[in-house]
């Protein structure tokens, strides 16, 4: 009888780096997770992450059923393998760190490593709502707005491996425009990440005296969660920030499809909990400034993977094509 084989996903976030060894099937079957920032340097991460991992891959029957190792990451360059100047990691914000390198030396298998919106991507089109599509982007709204686009069945690289930043797309030019994280103005991201809505949220708030259950709150407090909640109750200045965070998404999106006329456009993260909320504005929104042959084409969908998993499936997926690429060389 042939013995599973496994790799191992890593979902590296700013907070936290969850680790998951994924059968051939998307199965997650072991699970573990550090702190991300608990380190200055990136050799005592990678110490750590294989200190954590030891336990979990002798659950599964030891390293000589790991193949290759799948990482999805911020600013990570799937041609270098580096993650790159990345803001929010203490090892590697001003840095080029080879973390696909450094975790191929310590457990001595292949390691791949891509951005982690692109990893939502393969994660999306090998397991979740993509699978079948070869044109489609898929867009995460989280503490940043990320994007993976798929064109003929091939993840969109570019020519330095940093393409599919769609969260930086100007939506607002001149001084109005909100500042970014990334250093310019008016990106998608100031306006439709979960920081963003919490900004028009106190931004909406303070332009009138209209009621809101979100009144109750110190504005500085409120997130993109008590929006959430306060829509789900009816709240109608709640609303209205879904609906202002939907039409930004929609003309965004417009835009997106006259540049690779996708199939879908795949939403993914937090915010999709809302529902019609602000997939309804998205779409209308889209249907008004679309380019008129392109009007009617697009599904809009929300992402199927159960949120905790996703990401660390789509960082498997990463390592599962490094598999197939040796054994097609082989
Ligand atoms: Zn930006």
């Not at 707005?145 to 393409?163: C, E, M, Q």
């Not at 997106?256 to 993260?269: C, K, L, M, Q, W």
Request: proline letters at 3%; glycine letters at 14%.
């Amino acid at each position: 009888m042939q013995q599973d084989i496994y790799v191992i996903g890593l979902d590296l976030g700013g907070t936290n780096s969850v680790f998951g060894i994924v059968d051939a099937r998307g199965e997650i079957k072991a699970t573990t997770a550090i702190k991300t920032g608990g380190y200055s340097r990136v050799e005592d991460y990678v110490k750590a992450s294989v200190e954590a991992l030891q336990p979990i891959i002798e659950q599964v029957g030891g390293m000589e059923r790991i193949k290759a190792m799948g990482i999805g990451a911020p600013n990570g360059n799937y041609y270098k393998g580096t993650i790159e100047m990345a803001p929010n990691l203490p090892w590697a914000h001003d840095s080029v760190v080879p973390l696909a390198d450094l975790f191929s030396d310590a457990l001595g298998i292949p390691v791949a490593l891509t951005n982690d919106a692109n990893a939502a991507a393969i994660g999306e089109m090998t397991y979740g709502v993509a699978r079948g599509m070869k044109d489609f982007i898929v867009i995460t709204l989280g503490t940043g707005v990320g994007s993976g686009i798929v064109t003929g069945g091939h993840l969109l690289y570019g020519s330095d491996g940093f393409a599919g930043e769609l969260g930086h797309v100007t939506m607002v030019r001149g001084e109005e425009g909100r500042l970014c994280g990334c250093g310019r103005k008016g990106c998608l991201e100031c306006y439709c990440s979960a920081t963003g809505v919490a900004r028009t949220a106190r931004e909406l708030l303070a332009k009138s005296d209209r009621p809101s259950l979100l009144r109750e709150m110190n504005p500085e407090d409120i997130t993109s969660l008590d929006v959430s909640i306060a829509a789900g109750k009816g709240d109608a200045l709640a609303r209205e920030i879904y609906d202002f965070t939907g039409k930004m998404l929609g003309e965004a999106c417009a835009d997106f499809a006259a540049f690779s006329s996708p199939e879908a456009f795949i939403f993914f993260g937090g915010m999709t909990r809302a529902g019609d909320l602000i997939m309804k504005p998205i779409k209308e929104a889209y249907d008004r400034h679309v380019l008129p042959i392109f009007r009617g084409k697009a599904q809009f969908l929300i992402s199927g993977l159960d949120g905790a998993s996703a990401a660390v499936l789509g960082a498997s997926a990463v390592g599962w094509d490094v598999v197939a690429s040796i054994e097609k060389r082989d």
